[in-house]
């Protein structure tokens, strides 16, 4: 076959070239002796988005963050954190980076304010330019009545807080947050999502690992799965347009799977162990529905064939039922 080409003037289009902004992690491997706590991880966060570390205890979570923040050195592979290798620049890494661990360390005989202005001037920070940058975090985190407290008396919540305004200190272009709800209020959750997707929206890149899907589902655009060390692909079901499990409630469990059954629609008890109870009392099923249109079409066709119907409500957020989906976690 006679060889083809291209005229002079047309240049095949180039290979995509591989993201750098946010944090991209590609092949990389760590080891504790016989232990293997990433195996293969590749992923990449992209800036002005929340990202969900999302995994099982074990998995790799707390390891890869220390990677990213610096903490560790991989065995193999490659990470670039806002475009710096943390090897091959490790100070130039540090400053684009805000580390906050899952457990608050500091030295308690010093203030909230203290503890803040000593890692401002860590990082070069001139005294009173330090000085302004605490006292505004402290009131970012709602602890300005705590400034000139020492940190040994701040409640658990109240050191997560700090450790948050702490990592925040030198205004980094890339966060790290490792369990950062642990032992807030339900007050300071809220204002913690608040403040994230604030971060997010002014063009930071944010990790953010939790056990708690409920709550990451209501601040997080994407998502990465960790199973044994290793990125897995999990379908993130999108809640308005996505197949999911709902809940369908009804004053008499019997009218509701009569009507499903004839219907023909699958449905299954809540509990696969569970001993259905009296048909005629209320009870619920789950069944799978195409998002939200497909739940009120379900709604309206209940309520023409006279089913009492008393509440219709996700089963659990896209990002839980993802991770139940994970094969990795069934084996």
Known sequence: MAETSLPADVAPDPAPSPPTDGIVVRGVARSFGSVHALVGVDMHARAGRVTALVGPNGSGKTTLLLVLAGLLVPDAGEVRVGGVDPLADSRGARARTGWMPDAF???????????????????????????????????????????????????????????????????????????????????????????????????????????????LEEMVDDAVFLSRGRTVDAPVVDARSGRRTWTVRALRLGALTDWLTTVGAQWR????????????????????????????????????????LTSLAPAGGSLEQAYLALEEERR
């Open 269 to 308: 008890h809540e509990d696969p162990g569970f001993t259905p109870p009296d048909p005629a009392a209320a009870g619920g099923v789950l069944i799978e529905v195409d998002g939200d249109e497909g739940a009120a079409q379900l709604v309206r066709d209940a309520v023409a064939a006279g089913v009492p």
């Open 105 to 215: 360390g500091t030295w308690d005989s010093l203030t909230a304010r203290e503890v803040l202005e000593t890692f401002a001037a860590a990082y070069g920070i001139e005294r009173a330019a330090a000085r302004e940058r605490a006292l505004s975090l402290l009131a970012t985190v709602h602890l300005a009545e705590f400034a000139d407290r020492p940190a040994s008396v701040l409640s658990r919540g109240q050191k997560q807080r700090l450790g948050l305004a702490r990592a925040l200190v030198h205004d980094p272009s890339v966060l790290l947050l490792d369990e950062p709800a642990s032992g807030l209020d339900p007050r300071s959750r809220v204002d913690l999502r608040l403040l994230v997707r604030r971060l997010a929206d002014e063009g930071k890149t944010v990790l953010v690992s939790s056990h708690v899907l409920t709550e």
